[in-house]
T-cell receptor
């Protein structure tokens, strides 16, 4: 079945540091890939997405590129802020057989803490 | 996107009781989803709710424990029955706006219901 593996956390950075959170996936079809963010005490928000190979998703300074050859979708940000402290989830959605609604499969989540 | 609300936002319940969680969407959607997020864990899909048909449950989840209603295209409920402390989790509903055509789309999530069972 489909699966998503994220780098183990937690990740602690100083403000303005460079961020990379690794994500690799296994899927039988051609999935869409997502990064979701969960701020303390809140629900999940879509951060960015990519629906085909070589697509780059970007939002709020974060970006990730859909790499089919390495089955990866690593999240990066050049300069993190304290307000970026949250839990980040990598996820994929794959239409089984091409005709059904996609089901989201989540990675285990990575806790990011950014210090001033 | 979609605006999704859930009620209650949190509750503390006694073991052996049941709680019904409501999910309301600001637009008509065909498919809604219910997830569980246990403390410090990722999200696990409980079931998929299509209006006008029985919900489809994932492995490890059964209708007797998590009955779901989907009376119309903007509303769904999830009941957590005969609760035990192991049911303490955040329960989230979501919707898929992408439809059946094209690549699989993102889901939009409600704020979640934080349930504590004592």
């Amino acid at each position: 079945g489909d699966s998503v593996t994220q780098m183990e956390g937690p990740v602690t950075l100083s403000e303005e540091a460079f961020l990379t959170i690794n994500c690799t996936y296994t899927a039988t079809g051609y999935p869409s890939l997502f990064w979701y963010v969960q701020y303390p005490g809140e629900g999940l928000q879509l951060l960015l997405k990519a629906t085909k190979a070589d697509d780059k998703g970007s939002n709020k300074g974060f970006e990730a590129t859909y790499r089919k050859e390495t089955t990866s979708f690593h999240l990066e940000k050049g300069s993190v802020q304290v307000s970026d402290s949250a839990v980040y989830f990598c996820a994929l959605s794959d239409r089984a057989g091409g005709t059904s609604y996609g089901k989201l499969t989540f990675g285990q989540g990575t806790i990011l803490t950014v210090h001033p | 996107s979609a605006v999704i609300s859930q009620k209650p936002s949190r509750d503390i319940c006694q073991r052996g009781t049941s709680l019904t969680i409501q999910c309301q969407v600001d637009s008509q959607v065909t498919m809604m989803f219910w997830y569980r997020q246990q403390p410090g864990q990722s999200l696990t899909l409980i079931a998929t709710a299509n209006q006008g048909s029985e919900a489809t449950y994932e492995s490890g989840f059964v209708i007797d424990k998590f009955p779901i209603s989907r009376p119309n295209l903007t509303f769904s409920t999830l009941t957590v029955s005969n609760m035990s402390p192991e049911d303490s989790s955040i329960y989230l509903c979501s919707v898929d706006l992408a439809g059946l055509a094209g690549p699989a789309g993102e889901q939009y999530f409600g704020p979640g219901t934080r349930l504590t069972v004592t």
